[in-house]
């Protein structure tokens, strides 16, 4: 495997489930990122790790939770999502956690909250 | 804060014609710029940035960007487009303010969807 895959790339789930995404890279690189894609939005940050050390928080409700238990993977916990959480999950790393280096993308999750 | 507007949703164009993608910023300084593609079932990919220096950047897959500090602008284009170039554009802008946690981050416009027609 190369670049920065994720599994599972589809998932439905209901509001009382718990489930987990998770997204590996293969590059080497020192930070991780989650973001969410909703249609009609901008690209939202949800958070940031460095050297497996959060550094950005962006304001994620509670019910989203990120594991990263080292630099090459990065979790996110779901639990009593909304429906108004379906979207698309995109993972992504960069050497650093600057915008100086590129981020290179995951094909994504595709959430449904039922 | 700073911000990113596409101001077009959708674009058609046919194949072979060119091609120009708007994408204006806000930011006090001198910005990071950005533009990424996204083709249907995939992560996003970098075309081109924008750090400093020549304000006309080179990309891959034949695109090209221009910064125009005045206008703060930062619009994408490419001579002729081809069937594959079919796809979503985000425009993106980092900025080194300092965020909540002390770093730097990627704010993304809302993006343009490419159709090319035969």
């Known amino acids: 495997e190369t670049g920065v895959t994720q599994t599972p790339r589809h998932l439905v789930m209901g509001m009382t489930n718990k489930k987990s995404l998770k997204c590996e890279q293969h590059?080497?690189?020192?930070?991780m990122y989650w973001y969410k894609q909703s249609a009609k939005k901008p690209l939202e940050l949800m958070f940031v790790?460095?050297?497996?050390?959060?550094?950005e928080n962006n304001s994620v409700p509670s019910r989203f939770s990120p594991e990263c238990p080292n630099s090459s993977h990065l979790f996110l916990h779901l639990h009593t999502l909304q429906p108004e959480d379906s979207a698309l999950y995109l993972c992504?790393?960069?050497?650093?956690?600057?915008?100086?280096?590129?981020?290179?993308f995951g094909p994504g999750t595709r959430l449904t909250v039922t | 804060a700073q911000s990113v507007t596409q101001p077009d949703i959708h674009i058609t164009v046919s194949e072979g014609a060119s091609l120009e993608l708007r994408c204006n910023y806000s930011?006090?300084?001198?910005?990071?710029l950005f533009w990424y593609v996204q083709s249907p079932g995939q992560g996003l990919q970098l075309l081109l940035k924008?750090?400093?220096?020549?304000?006309l950047v080179q990309g891959i897959k034949g695109f090209e960007a221009e910064f125009k500090r005045s206008q703060s602008s930062f619009n994408l284009r490419k001579p002729s487009v081809h069937w594959s170039d079919a796809a979503e554009y985000f425009c993106?802008?980092?900025?080194?303010?300092?965020?909540?946690?002390?770093?730097?981050?990627?704010?993304f416009g809302t993006g343009t969807r490419l159709t090319i027609i035969p």
């Open positions: 992504a790393s960069s050497q650093e956690a600057t915008p100086l280096y590129e981020q290179y």
């Open positions: 590059l080497g690189h020192n930070a």
């Open positions: 790790y460095s050297l497996e050390e959060r550094v």
């Open positions: 930011y006090g300084a001198t910005p990071y």
């Open positions: 924008y750090f400093s220096g020549d304000t």
């Open positions: 993106a802008v980092g900025a080194l303010f300092i965020s909540n946690f002390g770093n730097e981050k990627l704010t």
